[in-house]
Every structure is written in C-alpha cells, then in structure tokens.
C-alpha cells in the first residue's frame, strides 16, 4: 500500500470486478492492500478504525457479548462510521457496499501498523480484532455464512435435513440449550473432532465416527480460532502488511 501528500486519483472498480476484489462483508485479511491511497484517507481509515476497535473494547466490558444491547450498539457504530457489517441485498445498498468492504480491509491493516510494535499493542489488537469477526460471523445468514467457509477454503460439511432427522434426538441431548424445533431450525456442521477439541472438552457438541457435530452458533469458535492463529502468526512474524 503506497500513500502520498497528494491527492490521489483512485481507480475504481465496477460490477463483478469489485464482487471479486471483496467477495464478503467478512474478511480474513489474507491479503495486504496494494492501492495508492491519499494521506488524508490513510489519516481517516485508522482514526475510525481505532474508534470502532475502542467501541468494541468498552461494549465487551458493559454487556455481555451475545446480548442484543450489545448487537444493537455495535451494530449503530458500524453504520456511524460506515464500515461493512453485513451481506447487504438492495440495489442502492449494493453500490456503497465497496466502498464499505475496501475501507474495513485497508483500515485493518493501517493498525497492523501500529499495534505490531510490543506484545501487550498485538494482544489488544487481535483480541478486538477476534470480538469484532464473532460479532460479525454470528449476524451471517445461511448461504452466506455457508460461502465464507469455502472461499476460505475451510471445508466444514453442513448436515442435510435426513441426516439431521436420523441424529435429531442425539443432537438434542449432546447441544446445550437446543429443543427439537431448535435443531429443525439451525445448521449443524460435521468437524473433525480434533479441530473442535475446545468444544468436545465442554461437552457441547455431538460425537461419532471421529466427527463433531456442531451447531452453526458454535461454529464460530472454530473459525475465530483460524482466524486467531492466522494473525497471530503475521503480526509476530512482523508482517503486518
């Protein structure tokens, strides 16, 4: 990413070229950004970044995570500081959602920037970085949350009606909280049971045949935790672009 006292003229894309640049609302951030942008941008992008991180560090200590206190006043600093938060589907919404998706990818960078320099800057960023993607995972529809696993390559089987049928009173007793109509209303997902040991620990999750099956609320803790180590690893390896 390169940036200039100057104001820059930024070429934008259109259409499918855009859809391909930034497919979901939700990012692994896999990839550095590579445009030039202005300095004033650059100045912008990590204020509200910072803001949003903030935000979610002072909202985590005054409600519990899951509530919907919590989802609401997040979900108004999203809009406020208009970063991309989830799948929209009108037209008019559709020509902004860019702008949204490139601004939260290249914001999240500016700050890898920043908070790659001590152990205790890493450990508060990822772990705001970590609400932030839980939070964001947790709004997912179906067939959205469906196409970020496998564009991200995370291969987690979701279970069909018949075989959810043949398992429902098993997936009724071995899921905390979930009745029959519970489990007739929600995605279940056959894991590895070694890629959700924190689950299988907890006893939360169904066993059988070397398989979890996990309930689409729970599925979270598996892809944060992918999440978790990918940035980890690049901001102790000092990539933070």
């Given at each position: ?54 935000t979610v560090e002072n909202l985590g200590v005054s409600y519990v995570k899951t509530s919907d206190q919590y989802a609401t006043k997040l979900e108004g600093e999203f809009r406020k500081l208009n970063f ?158």
């Open positions: 990413m390169q940036f200039s006292g100057r104001r820059q003229k930024i070429v934008r894309l259109t259409g499918d070229r855009q859809a391909d640049l930034y497919p979901h609302s939700l990012q692994f951030y896999g990839q550095p950004p590579t445009e030039n942008i202005s300095l004033s941008e650059f100045e912008t992008f990590a204020v509200d970044r910072l803001k949003l991180l903030k991309s938060f989830r799948v929209e589907t009108d037209e008019k919404s559709l020509d902004t959602e860019y702008d949204k998706r490139r601004k939260d990818h290249i914001s999240h960078f500016i700050l890898r920037l920043a908070y790659c320099q001590t152990e205790d800057l890493r450990r508060w960023f990822i772990q705001q970085e970590m609400d932030l993607f839980r939070y964001r995972f947790h709004i997912l529809t179906k067939e959205p949350a469906h196409d970020f696993l496998k564009f991200n390559n995370l291969h987690y089987e979701s279970i069909s009606d018949e075989e959810k049928n043949t398992l429902k009173e098993e997936l009724i007793n071995s899921s905390y909280g979930f009745s029959a109509p519970k489990v007739e209303d929600h995605d279940f997902y056959k894991v590895p049971f070694q890629d959700a040991l924190d689950l299988v620990r907890g006893r939360k999750v169904y066993l059988r045949e070397g398989l979890a099956y996990i309930p689409h609320q729970e599925i979270v803790a598996i892809v944060l935790n992918d999440f978790r180590t990918r940035l980890s690893k690049a901001l102790a390896g000092g990539r933070a672009l």
